[in-house]
């Protein structure tokens, strides 16, 4: 059973830094995508950014030039350094990943992002 284990939320004044990390319980490398999304109160969870086992990235529009997915294959650790916060990136965030083998989608626990005008 794969484990996704986030942490790195908190609370941060706007135009603060936050950087998320997902732990996997196994290598990356068996997931074709890894990435983040995130769930503010009332609204739909929304994809925030991914990176491919290739390590190709995309990002969802309103984050460009603020947040970075990157991982470290060695510690099977994906992160998300966020940049440049604004009140709206308040959420909880969630840690997804995509393995090659099927089509299950495993989910960490989330982690709470609080920014604060």
């Known amino acids: 059973q794969v484990q996704l284990v986030e942490s790195g939320g908190g609370l941060v004044q706007a135009g603060g830094s936050l950087r998320l990390s997902c732990a996997a319980s196994?290598?990356?490398?068996?997931?074709?995508?890894m990435g983040w999304y995130r769930q503010a109160p009332g609204k739909q969870r929304e994809l925030v950014a991914t990176i491919t086992g290739g390590g190709s990235t995309m990002y969802k529009d309103s984050v460009k030039g603020r947040f970075t997915i990157s991982r470290d294959v060695a510690k099977n650790t994906v992160y998300l350094q966020m940049n440049s916060l604004k009140p709206e990136d308040t959420g909880v965030y969630y840690c997804?990943?995509?393995?090659?083998?099927?089509?299950?989608?495993?989910w960490g626990q989330g982690t709470q992002v609080t920014v604060s005008s």
């Open positions: 997804a990943a995509d393995p090659w083998l099927n089509n299950v989608r495993y």
């Open positions: 196994g290598s990356i490398f068996s997931f074709k995508t």
